[in-house]
């Protein structure tokens, strides 16, 4: 169950259930009173992680059916049922990648819109090790891009990179130096695997 999810009101019901999209209802009591109709789209989390390999931070050049052209992204998708962001994560990394890691932190969550409720977990591992080939889905091309800390910072001002709640701490980082260090430290600190 997504996150948001578990803080739908009392009373809330699935008026429609889709492949990825629920649509929910409920009555919600207005600041004079009344009472009106409201309504939330509800999707699964998911989760994404920024990939440390050695000195460089691997990307995908990605294309999907639905999407006219290629865009870069980061390691992720749905979250399983029942599965953790965490393990998630994991399970994204090793099957678009076939990397491993154990390594992890939380970066950020992020919820993209008041008007659905879905979490976007970002996740950062370090020390990243290839295991394997990955294991892609038929509605994915994805190819590895392994980046410069300086080249990955230039993605937030790109509009291909399709992760557009990591934009904003890009951007800072590129822009703000004392954020820089702190942002380069987090991402690489501790071992390298080179």
Known sequence: MAEAQKNLPAGARRVYKGVIYDIWQ?????FDGSMAPFERLVRPDSAQVIAVSGDRILLQKQRQPDWT??????PGGRIDEGETPLAGAQRELYEEGGYESHDWD???????????????????????VKTAAPALEAGEQIEELAVTFEEFLSYGENPALRNHDIKPLLVKARYNETYRREFHAFLFRGKSNR
Do not use: M
Request: hydrophobic share 40%; glycine share 2%.
């Open 106 to 128: 939380l970066l950020q969550k992020f919820s993209p819109s008041s008007h659905f409720f879905w979490t976007v977990y970002t996740f950062v591992a370090r020390r990243c």
């Open 26 to 30: 409920w009555e919600q009591t207005l």
């Open 69 to 74: 052209d290629y865009g870069i992204t980061l």
